[in-house]
């Protein structure tokens, strides 16, 4: 059995007379007898075989072991205070930490929604929330060791709950002005093979989408939905973009459907997979309700 050289009572002991001074004062603010104290202090120099006071003087100081012990006795103390506040905190049911991996074509609203309300109920837990696309979504969610991901592609991790959320539609797009949106029948696919086609990283073809058989000379990658809305903005290419993030510019007419032989809408399906064990506490919970509930 691993012997600690040290007690909680003899650092409390060790803590208050630094701060105090004197015995006296130690005694009286841990409410203890004078003896306890002193019979404290001198167990721990007996324990650690280190003289921790210089005891020349009226007023007892530390010597430079003393000092050194002293930090340590400080750090024993707080670690003891962190663990009575986790064990008061999971009382409640607050859990220490939630991590969630979300798809980034899944809209982040609903997300923060829910970290503004445990905000609002000064959850005892810490939230931590990140974005992956598509492919990347299961390897951040198990690189991050997460609790729960929202993924529109099936993962490949065992012993997960899923629950399905509402789907998500997708539009082939461009700029108005741009080439494959001129002409009222619709580009064919032999247009496409000179046009910019903007991907996000991740992208795979378990997705399913019509152009995934096109041919384009050009094909840049981007790091996300956000960036290749901004290049499709500014009439560098085309390609798919869920429709929450381009609503406005889709009634505006700045933004328009490429019309072409295959289609130029897509549905995914996003579904939110929770770890089965361990158990979530309040704010997971509460994550998979409002997100499930809408």
Not at 16 to 42: D, N, P, R, S
Not at 107 to 131: C, E, G, M, N, Y
Request: charged content about 20%.
């Amino acid at each position: 059995m691993l012997h600690m050289p040290i007690t909680l009572e003899q650092a409390r002991a060790f803590d208050a007379l630094a701060t105090g001074g004197t015995f006296e004062a130690a005694a009286q603010a841990l409410q203890k007898g004078h003896t306890a104290v002193v019979y404290a202090i001198k167990t721990l120099e007996a324990d650690l075989a280190l003289a921790l006071l210089d005891r020349r003087g009226y007023r007892t100081r530390l010597t430079p072991a003393g000092e050194q012990v002293l930090v340590l006795a400080r750090s024993l103390l707080a670690a003891e205070r962190d663990f009575e506040t986790a064990c008061a905190e999971l009382r409640t049911g607050w859990e220490p930490r939630v991590r969630l991996v979300f798809d980034g074509i899944f809209p982040a609203d609903p997300i923060l929604r829910v970290v503004h309300h445990l905000a609002k109920a000064k959850a005892k837990t810490r939230i931590d929330v990140s974005t992956a696309f598509l492919g990347g979504v299961e390897a951040a969610f198990l690189a991050s060791n997460a609790d729960m991901m929202i993924s529109v592609l099936p993962p490949t991790t065992a012993g997960l709950r899923m629950v399905a959320l509402a789907p998500i539609r997708a539009l082939l797009v461009a700029h108005k002005s741009h080439p494959l949106c001129h002409g009222g029948r619709g580009a064919s696919a032999a247009t496409f093979t000179d046009e910019v086609l903007l991907t996000v990283r991740g992208s795979d073809p378990r997705l399913g989408l019509s152009t995934s058989q096109l041919t384009s000379t050009f094909s840049v990658e981007l790091s996300d939905f956000a960036a290749k809305k901004t290049a499709i903005m500014s009439k560098l290419g085309f390609g798919w973009l869920p429709e929450h993030l381009i609503s406005k510019e889709l009634a505006a007419g700045v933004l328009r459907e490429v019309r072409w032989a295959g289609t130029s809408a897509h549905e995914f399906s996003p579904r939110l997979y929770v770890r089965s064990a361990p158990k979530l506490g309040r704010a997971g919970q509460l994550f998979v309700d409002r997100l499930v509930g809408g």
